[in-house]
């Protein structure tokens, strides 16, 4: 079938014509106030943290003989030995410990930074880098033969560790509002990085160091809510709560909060 070509001349001259009605391509700005075609909103967000765990880290363990098999090693019982003046084992005076010793845990507040890149109104990537630190103590009988014929007698040592890092965190925030109040979720991925574990036993004025690791290296997945308050158009608080895997514990919840200044 042959289209007249008057038709197709018609067709190709409103075309033009239309074209030619358009604002100059060349003088728009795409993104701007003016955009026609699309426009994109770009906010930067730098500022500090703050998280907070809202439970206690599990119970670390310590077997006692094991424990035993550490303070007893040649060079350990040597020092041990002069410190205490007799031989010495974990336990109380009826018999040598067959059970183990509970350590309990603190995380400490864990101090950060974060930077947001929002896209749009409603999206934001966000960032962010914190210091953790948790600490275990706990108490052991041991009973100390005196080497100078003395009766034994029983004393409390003392157990502690401490393992401190750092946590990286990448997340995707929606935020359900433009208004002063801005309440948003998030979700994303975090790193625990372990810097330092230490771990030590102390008879009398003696300390013995002990290797343990508490606390293992992980990448796991995260969610949170919360609130962001912006009073000025510069500057914003954040106040929320996440759910994830801390430091020491398994998965629990935490409170975060955090101040930033806006571009």
């Not at 040649?74 to 041990?80: T, V, Y």
């Not at 509970?102 to 930074?113: A, C, D, E, H, S």
């Amino acid at each position: 079938m042959h289209i007249p070509v008057s038709l197709l001349t018609g067709l190709l001259a409103f075309c033009v014509s239309g074209l030619m009605a358009q604002s100059p391509w060349d003088r728009i700005n795409l993104t701007g106030q003016e955009a026609k075609v699309i426009r994109i909103t770009t906010c930067y967000a730098i500022g500090i943290q703050g998280h907070f765990a809202l439970n206690r880290p599990d119970d670390l363990l310590v077997d006692g003989p094991v424990l035993q098999a550490e303070l007893t090693t040649p060079e350990n019982f040597e020092k041990l030995f002069e410190t205490l003046g007799g031989e010495f084992f974990v336990g109380e005076f009826t018999g040598p410990v067959t059970q183990e010793f509970t350590l309990k845990g603190r995380l400490q507040p864990m101090p950060g930074v974060f930077a947001g890149f929002r896209m749009g109104k409603r999206m934001e990537w966000q960032t962010g880098i914190s210091l953790f630190r948790v600490n275990w103590s706990g108490t052991f009988p041991y009973t100390v033969t005196p080497a100078d014929g003395q009766p034994p007698y029983t004393n409390e040592g003392k157990l502690t560790a401490t393992s401190e890092g750092v946590i990286a965190d990448l997340a995707l925030a929606a935020y359900f509002s433009e208004s002063a109040f801005q309440p948003f979720i998030r979700a994303g991925i975090r790193g625990q990085f372990v810097v330092e574990q230490r771990s030590s036993a102390q008879l009398g004025t003696t300390s013995i160091s002990r290797f343990t690791s508490p606390v293992q290296q992980t990448f796991q997945p995260f969610g949170g809510i919360g609130c962001r308050f912006r009073p000025t158009p510069r500057f914003a608080i954040d106040l929320g709560a996440n759910f994830s895997r801390l430091p020491g514990m398994n998965w629990r919840p935490s409170a975060v909060l955090g101040s930033a200044a806006l571009f």
